[in-house]
């Protein structure tokens, strides 16, 4: 294994795996997509994450983006937004990064197997939103006939912003998949997809409103929104509705208090909540 | 028996023995108007001895429990081999220390502190230097100023986690200090005391000495003022403070259960320019800071000093209880006490307390 | 080839060249890494191109503006360093000041009264408002404090060589006078502008016995209000309020006071 290991030093929860890169790919002007081989496996649950970075330089907390069966090998889909993600775009294949985790609650599948009474899922993504969830959409794909109808919204600001075209493209070709691509803007761009906000489409959904699971992930000004949507057309009840957040993680472990939204931590008791709960947590998506 | 009664001679004596062996901490006067904990041996030829306000000093600037939890304390340092692979190393050394001289309110913070750092994933620096911090700590038999609130908090007859616990009698100049743990056990024999055979009687005489009701009380009792605190958004109260609050911090920082860190990487610049040694270090931080919530996108969860003063008052008295199911504040007074514009904890519980009696009065009328 | 660095003086007292040279250990390795150009304090050469520029001083004159602005098309980044690039220092409490009252200030009634019947008897000065770099030229980072703080400016000139963002924490200088365990310079009967002051210093006046004057600025979110009736409350007289934000805030957020 070329991936040193930190014998030496046991149970410090701040010392990073390093992780070493296979693949480097850039998937538009800002996100690149990191492929690493850990020194063992993760195993992550969909919608958990990682906290990802360089000693020396510092961490940020990183959704984990392959499915959960992945093994050694860990996706992440990394945006340049600042120092520590700006250093990490000029790593090349070879290269080492720190890893710490899987942190966070994530998702179970079983909640939404069909074999638990689950006809329909409707996964809506807005722009990154659609990072972590590939998590989620990834061993459900995988195991199409374990699960019911699946819809899939998935938004982006311009074509050259839409993430993992080649895939959704892969996934559409699947037994009972519906998958609606949107930008909000075309910007001069070639688009074989809709024009128009991930708000727009939902109310032409076909579901069983009482067996239906809902995920959503996006900037913290889409929830508001699609939640209204939502509401507005279906009964869905709350407990399965579900939302991924973001939040500012400096530990990952439930202590530097960054991430509290009201009495939880969103990167212990989180990201993924029950929107049942967000009842509870007026924070939450403010 | 574990039990003896002694003076304050011979406890003073008995602190210089013990400062021979491991750093020492109580709390020495400053060169103003407060309280600081310090090193024995640092301030000994100064103070020739006698420590006349060890058992009556105004609550310390910053409280002792940040003895276990410093700023700055190294995480991990790493270096780069020759083969370009990371190799990393444990934080800083950690060495045994005594802190004496400590409140039963700060006794409560400490103890606090040791439930959150071992609650989920644990945090061995902290963990390894409480493993070696003894304390000795003692019983307020007067409110140390008119900040305090410690009865109302539930913390005043605090006593759990100290090594050796010291109760001042009703008789002047006699004390009780009873050893709690085999280390405390251990530390007291170089003590000249003769043995007590009815400690729990004395202690009783010397608790239903002090006065009642002790220091500041809420206008509810404890279990009421979470339940407000929970239920009640109480806008309006936490504008009203919101208003005159600079967001410096000062509040948390000097708070026996702000725990809220910054994460510091640093490195040494390598010939070429390459980050080839380093460390990853904690720092104090402040939820008062407006910066505290900010998220990369530049979305600020927090941006108003309202929803962050909100947020300090219900992390001591709502959201850390729910998790913990131990009131956060222990009523020490310190965030009051040092606030320059007058801000003080105990006035924004009872009056979010007071407007919702109001609120709920208003109802019934209706 | 070595990144080059250069330093550049406007109206200043080079006090901040002198806190870096006063950390040889941390220059000298520093030397090894990059070419020194336009350092007049150490040495003296001219570049084309710089790849880090540091502004040292206010900018006062008209010319200046021109060097200035010629400084900045050939620099990668410019990088205001200390109080008087970064917001004007004492030196800008001239510009709430006429130019006749601020020459007999300086040299005297008689003197005043001579120049306001000869005008060759103004000196350079006279009619120069102060600026700051950033009210002339994009500025990409600022080095705040007087002196600036050593510490910062090894971190900035790190994080920069090694193709990194710099990061400088935005909070109040009670934050770190508390990580210090200092006692409050209030509680010393004296008064502090640290609570709406930009931190980053280390609080090291607090640290060494002084007051807090905001020679790094007002926070941007500092709450003057508050501030000013908590230095009223001690007694403290409204124009000895103004006197002390303007110390060296000069060039910035005055219409608060």
Known sequence: MNAPMNQSVGNNPYIPMMAEIQCVEPLTERETLFRVLLPEPLNHRPGQFVM??????????????????????????????????????????????????????????????????????????????????????????????????????????????????????????????????????????????????????????????????????????????????????????????????????????????????????????????????????????? | MNAYITDLNQIESWFFKLAEKQPFFLPIKTEGINYRFEKLNDVRENNEQSFPELL?????????????????????????????HYQFTQGSNIESQIISGIRACDLKGIHLMDAVFSDGIKDIHYLQRREKTHIIAFNCMTPCDEHCFCEAAGSLDFQTGADIFITPLVEENKFLLEAQSSIGIELIKTLTASECLNPVELKEQALSSRPAPFGRQFVEPIEQVSKIIHQYDADKVYQQYAE???????????CPTCYCFETKDEFELGNDLSQGRGTKSRHWDACLNPGFAEVAGGHNFRADPAARQRHRVRRKFDYLPQRFEQTFCTGCGRCGRQCTTDIDIFDIVNDVCSSVSETVAQELDK | MKPKIAFFDFASCEGCQLALLNCEDILLELLELVDLVEFREAISEKSARYDIAFIEGSIHREEDSKRLLD???????????????????????????????????????EARNRVQIDKNYWPLWAHTRVRSVEEIV??????????????????????????????FPENAVCVECKRHGNECVFDKGLSCLGPIAYGGCDAICVNNGHVCDACRGLLPYANVEAHNNLMLSKGISKEAIKSRYRMFCSAEKMSQT
């Open chain 1, 52 to 286: 990802v970075g360089l000693p020396g330089i510092g961490e940020c907390a990183i959704s984990i983006s392959s499915g959960p069966d992945s093994g050694r090998t860990l996706e992440m889909v990394i945006r340049k937004a600042g120092n520590v993600t700006g250093v990490l775009h000029q790593l090349k294949k070879r290269d080492f990064m720190g890893i710490r985790g899987p942190f966070g609650s994530g998702f179970d599948l079983n909640d939404f197997r069909l074999d638990k009474g689950n006809k329909d899922i409707v996964i809506i993504a807005g722009g990154l939103g659609l990072v972590p969830l590939r998590s989620l959409i990834i061993p459900i794909m995988d195991n199409k006939s374990d699960y019911g109808r699946v819809h899939l919204i998935i938004g982006s600001r311009t074509p050259k912003e839409a993430l993992f075209r080649q895939q959704i493209q892969q996934w559409k070709q699947l037994p009972d998949c519906r998958i609606t691509e949107l930008v909000d803007d075309v910007d001069f761009q070639d688009w074989d997809g809709e024009v128009g906000l991930v708000t727009e489409p939902i109310h032409k959904l076909q579901l069983d409103e009482k067996n239906t699971q809902l995920v959503l992930c996006g900037p913290p000004v889409m929830y508001k929104f699609v939640l209204m949507e939502i509401k507005m057309n279906f009964n869905i009840p709350d407990e399965k509705i579900f939302v991924d957040l973001e939040r500012r993680m400096r530990c990952g472990l439930g202590k530097c208090g960054h991430c509290q939204i009201n009495h939880v931590y969103c990167c212990k008791d989180g990201p993924v909540f029950r929107y049942s709960r967000l009842n509870d947590l007026p924070e939450a998506l403010g």
């Open chain 2, 56 to 84: 009556s000093y105004k609550p310390t600037l910053l409280p002792p429990g940040k003895n276990i939890f410093p700023d700055g304390e190294i995480l991990f340092s790493y270096y780069k081999d020759e083969q370009g």
């Open chain 2, 244 to 254: 005159r609050c600079f967001s410096c911090g000062t509040c948390n920082l000097v």
């Open chain 3, 71 to 109: 400084i900045r098309s050939r620099s990668q980044f410019l990088v205001a360093l200390g109080a008087c690039a970064c917001n004007g220092n004492v030196q800008a409490r001239s510009n709430f000041i006429a130019p006749a009252e601020n020459y007999k200030l300086v040299y005297g009634e």
């Open chain 3, 138 to 167: 994009k500025v990409d980072y600022q080095l705040r404090g007087c002196p600036m703080s050593a510490n910062e400016f090894l971190h900035l000139v790190k994080a920069l060589l090694s193709g990194q963002i710099p990061h």
